[in-house]
């Protein structure tokens, strides 16, 4: 049975870069055709795709946080991570991790719990 678990602060100032790692058991971040996402939502507000990491690590980002947004992967710990540089209040958020059965068609069949960021000085 597939699991992903979220990682990181819950607690982050403006300006800084969040950093998030997603831990995934019963799966290789790996499998061919697969690929491992990041989506938040905000308070209030609906789920926003942040970015992608594919089975043999190209990424696609959201237009819109791409010029602040990377997405790495440790195959040895079978984790992939997130970082989101200068971040606002307005990034506070939760933010979940989750599988794509099928690269490319957001088919996202698997979630982590998701994991509090607050974005405070």
């Known amino acids: 049975q597939v699991q992903l678990q979220e990682s990181g602060p819950g607690l982050v100032k403006p300006s800084q870069t969040l950093s998030l790692t997603c831990t995934v058991s019963g799966d290789s971040v790996t499998r061919t055709n697969y690929a491992w996402s990041w989506i938040r939502q905000p308070p209030g507000k609906g789920l926003e795709f942040m970015g992608v990491i594919a089975y043999e690590g190209s990424t696609y980002y959201s237009p819109s946080l791409r010029s602040r947004t990377s997405i790495s992967r440790d195959t040895s710990k079978n984790q992939f991570s997130l970082r989101l540089s200068s971040v606002t209040p307005e990034d506070t958020a939760v933010y979940y991790c989750?599988?794509?059965?099928?690269?490319?068609?957001?088919?996202?069949?698997?979630w982590g719990q998701g994991t509090q960021v607050n974005v405070s000085s």
């Open positions: 989750a599988r794509d059965i099928a690269w490319g068609t957001s088919t996202l069949d698997t």
